[in-house]
């Protein structure tokens, strides 16, 4: 990741806890997440959710730190598509979009090599997270689906070795992650705007004055008229 005097690591959401790695300082230790804060993938405790972690980094004196969230492939469902093939048609989102079993989920398009790929995920999962290590003193960096990570892929436990490689190489994914619009904004395709050489401002004043210059010849007209 960038230079930064915040220590660097790597936290890995799954789908039953919650694992920390931070290389430099060879740590690396897991939170068990209880099915009555997350059941199926959905939150159904974002306050009990945020003070069992809360507590877990204060027992473990973890923080502040740069995080890089990392998503595993089981918290999210993902489809390959063809590059393009998602732009130019709004169904194929919208049909992925609605075969997912989640109340609200949040679909993003990433790039890899060879094509592209739709991944959905319930954002309030790791929303709590975010907003439970900001209150920390966290910086979280991003947060990025592990089937766009060669190293990750389908795995369910990282070493501290692929931690280490995946934080050295993270600025090449920083653009397309799920907390990063800039790639989003990049993509958004707008009209072309028609302008005039004349400002917006004095085309308002030459109407008034039309409008004006119109009113005074019509009263001298009425006042002019034989009677």
Same mark, same amino acid.
Not at 21 to 47: G, Q, R, W, Y
Not at 65 to 84: H, M, N, Q, R, Y
């Given at each position: ?105 949040? +679909? ?12 959905? +995920?319930?954002?309030? %999962? %790791? ?45 090449? %994914? ?30 308002? %004043? ?22």
């Amino acid at each position: 990741m960038a230079a930064s005097k915040l220590p660097e690591i790597l936290i890995f959401l799954t789908r039953g806890g919650i694992s920390f790695f931070e290389p430099k300082a060879n740590l690396s230790v897991t939170l068990t997440i209880p099915e009555t804060m997350v059941k199926d993938l959905e939150v159904v405790d974002a306050s009990g959710l945020s003070a069992w972690i809360a507590g877990f980094l204060d027992k473990e004196k973890l923080g502040p730190a740069l995080a890089l969230i990392v998503l595993a492939e089981a918290i999210s469902f993902t489809k390959d598509v063809e590059p393009g093939e998602e732009s130019r048609s709004g169904v194929l989102v919208q049909d992925f979009t609605d075969s997912v079993p989640l109340e609200s989920p949040e +679909v993003r398009v990433f790039k890899t090599q060879g094509f592209d790929k739709l991944v959905a +995920v319930n954002s309030r %999962y %790791y929303q709590v997270l975010v907003e439970t290590l900001t209150a920390k003193g966290f910086s979280v960096a991003g947060v990025v689906p592990g089937s766009i990570i060669p190293e990750v892929a389908a795995a369910t436990t990282l070493s501290l070795d692929i931690t280490k490689k995946i934080l050295e190489g993270f600025d090449k %994914y920083r653009f397309q992650n799920f907390i990063d619009i800039s790639e989003v904004n990049s993509q958004v395709q707008t009209a072309p705007v028609i302008t005039t050489n004349a400002p917006k401002g004095s085309r308002i %004043y030459v109407l008034v004055g039309i409008f004006i210059l119109g009113a005074i010849i019509l009263v001298l007209l009425l006042t002019l008229r034989p009677r």
